[in-house]
């Protein structure tokens, strides 16, 4: 069996949250959905289940945060290149999510993070894995010197 995650996320709308979700590039597996839960797929392996927060409470005895005012987790979504990290934090924005922090470049590092429409925050980031090389074998080279 293929090794897979599914973030669970409570919403307050599930329509409206599986729209923002279609806007940013995820697909809806209509199989794993009803009014009660959107089951959207990032990759084989990784898919958000957007849950009524009425449904999300029969799975905790905890409290639900309340993501506009806490931060519950940072989830970061790889990008090909920064156009791609450009492009799905656009289509957050004018899906009426926010963008929460300034752009960060870090030269081999580009993220642009945002929440969605229930405060959940996303960092979409590309790595330039070949300039990251560059710089660690400076930084190593330096700190030999």
């Known amino acids: 069996m293929t090794k897979m995650i599914f973030v669970n996320l409570p919403v307050a709308d599930v329509a409206k949250a ?16 009803n009014e009660q839960a959107s089951c959207m797929v990032w990759s084989d392996a990784i898919h958000v289940m957007l849950l009524d927060r009425g449904f999300y409470r029969t799975f905790t005895t905890k409290q639900i945060a309340d993501t506009h005012k806490a931060s519950a987790a940072l989830i970061a979504l790889s990008r090909d290149s920064r156009e791609q990290v450009d492009a799905i934090a656009d289509a957050a924005i004018a899906a009426g999510g926010r963008q929460t922090r300034d752009t960060e470049d870090g030269g081999f590092m580009y993220a ?20 990251f090389s560059a710089a660690m074998s400076d930084q190593q080279e330096s700190v030999a010197a």
Not at 20 to 30: C, L, S, W
């Open 18 to 33: 599986t729209a923002f979700y279609e806007a940013i590039g995820f697909d809806k597996n209509p199989q794993f959905s």
């Open 112 to 131: 642009r993070p945002f929440e969605d429409l229930d405060g959940h925050t996303f960092e979409p980031i590309y790595m330039d894995m070949e300039a």
